[in-house]
């Protein structure tokens, strides 16, 4: 059974910098993503990056994130810089495991960005 652990979230300032961290285990793991959900609004895909190391952003936001991954450790990072206000969200790792058609989602991690 697959395990995902997100971390590295929290309270940070307009301008602040986060890395959030989701390591998975108890699988094979093909392409691993982020995705945020704001208050009040619909869950957005930020990126991907699959096990070769290609990376996919969403049109928007774009630009201050920065995906990463370590397939030794079966972990992806997401990284966001200056961040503002309307990138408090909810933030969610997703997994694709090879052996399955859907994939998992971790439990989230909560951003705050204060302005």
């Known amino acids: 059974q697959v395990h995902i652990v997100e971390s590295g979230g929290g309270l940070v300032q307009t301008g602040g910098s986060l890395r959030l961290s989701c390591a998975a285990s108890?699988?094979?793991?093909?392409?691993m993503a982020w995705y945020r959900q704001a208050p009040g609004k619909q869950r957005e895909f930020i990126a991907s990056?699959?096990?070769?190391?290609?990376?996919m952003y969403a049109d928007s936001p774009k630009g201050r994130f920065r995906i990463s991954r370590d397939n030794a450790k079966d972990t992806v990072y997401l990284e966001i810089n200056n961040l503002k206000p309307e990138d408090t969200a909810v933030y969610y790792c997703?997994?694709?495991?090879?052996?399955?058609?859907?994939?998992?989602w971790g439990q989230g991690i909560q951003v705050t960005v204060s302005s």
């Open positions: 997703n997994v694709k495991q090879w052996s399955k058609s859907t994939p998992d």
């Open positions: 108890g699988g094979s793991f093909g392409t």
């Open positions: 990056v699959n096990s070769g190391g290609s990376t």
